[in-house]
């Protein structure tokens, strides 16, 4: 069974910067295409980074580029958030998810992390 977890999240204030990882395990994690989910209170989940299985390719939203960076280490089995400059409507649940075969989505995901919170304060 894969599992993914993920860690890192925390409290900061307007303009600090967190690093998300995301450690994987139980599959192959170099055939998975990952992605980074947010999902602030009583809104839906939205995309904010993914990356291909080979990480040589990466797409953000508009929210989030410029400011975010999504990496792998396949010789680790993690994957990466870099989150700089981070303002306060970026507060919410941080989730990681996997899929094979296609680039993961909220609806299309095959696994998904149990989340970590962060918060961003003025």
């Known amino acids: 069974q894969v599992q993914l977890v993920e860690s890192g999240g925390g409290s900061v204030q307007t303009g600090a910067s967190l690093r998300l990882s995301c450690a994987v395990s139980?599959?192959?994690?170099?055939?998975?295409?990952m992605g980074w989910f947010r999902q602030a209170g009583g809104k839906e989940r939205e995309s904010v980074a993914r990356?291909?299985?080979?990480?040589?390719?990466?797409s953000y939203p508009d929210a989030v580029k410029g400011r975010f960076t999504i990496s792998r280490d396949n010789a680790k089995n993690t994957v990466y958030l870099q989150m700089n400059n981070l303002k306060p409507e970026d507060t919410a649940v941080y989730y990681c998810?996997?899929?094979?075969?296609?680039?993961?989505?909220?609806?299309?995901?095959?696994?998904w992390g149990q989340g970590t919170q962060v918060t961003v304060s003025e």
């Open positions: 998810a996997a899929a094979r075969g296609r680039l993961p989505s909220t609806t299309t995901s095959d696994y």
């Open positions: 139980g599959g192959a994690f170099a055939m998975y295409n």
């Open positions: 990356i291909t299985y080979t990480g040589d390719a990466t």
